[in-house]
């Protein structure tokens, strides 16, 4: 069965800096990655998914994932935070095979002015 | 924008009762999934459906929890009897075979059982 990791529950950065929040997945086949974002009171919001393609993926929000296969990998990043990506991210695989969505315990992002 | 409608948004309960959340996936979509989300654990995937069909319902207690598809527009998460750890916020998500394009969430139904 797939599984993730995310690693730091909590994660906080400066206006202006570099966002980093990491996943690593296990799957027994070639997965299918997601990142998900959640603001308070809302439901998940598709960021941006990995199917095999480029494994350079870009997403909203200027948001870009990068799939690695040796190292399991596909952490999230962005070149500078803003005020109103403070939210909950969340890291799933899919098997395409089964298709159900696993989800990792997210990582909350604060932002400080 | 096509959206996952879910009602109610919020339903407070008390404990023995009975409590259904619906759920309106978008037109086309044929996987449905339920999720509960809670402090302590997390994003759990409950059961999920394919062209209405249940695939996997291992995550949902089999005992007071119950989900079905009676037609292509409606999904149904029943609890009874609902108790006090039930208080979740429960997210319905919908998507396409493969799932490669990902799954669309609604915005949930928080529930309190007192």
């Known amino acids: 069965a797939q599984s993730v990791t995310q690693l730091g529950s909590h994660v906080s950065v400066s206006e202006g800096a570099l966002v980093l929040l990491r996943c690593n997945y296990s799957?027994?086949?070639?997965?299918?990655l997601f990142w998900y974002v959640q603001y308070p009171n809302q439901g998940l919001q598709l960021l941006l998914k990995y199917t095999s393609a480029a494994t350079l993926v870009k997403g909203i929000n200027g948001f870009e994932a990068e799939f690695k296969k040796s190292e399991t990998s596909f952490h999230l990043t962005k070149p500078s935070a803003h005020m109103s990506d403070a939210a909950e991210y969340f890291c799933a695989v899919s098997d395409g095979v089964n298709n159900d969505m696993r989800f990792g315990a997210g990582t909350r992002l604060t932002v400080k002015p | 924008d096509a959206r996952v409608t879910q009602t109610p948004r919020h339903k407070v309960t008390e404990m023995g009762q009975e409590v259904t959340m619906r759920c309106q996936p978008i037109?086309?979509?044929?996987?449905v999934f339920w999720y509960r989300q809670t402090m302590m654990q997390g994003l759990e995937l409950l059961a999920y459906f394919r062209n209405r069909a249940p695939l996997d319902d291992s995550g949902m207690p089999k005992d007071r929890f119950s989900a079905e598809m009676p037609d292509a527009t409606l999904a149904t998460l029943k609890i009874q009897p609902s108790e006090p750890r039930d208080s979740a916020v429960y997210f319905c998500a919908s998507g396409l075979t493969q799932g490669a394009a990902g799954y669309t969430f609604g915005s949930g139904t928080r529930l309190t059982v007192v």
């Open positions: 799957s027994s086949v070639p997965p299918y």
């Open positions: 037109l086309g979509h044929n996987t």
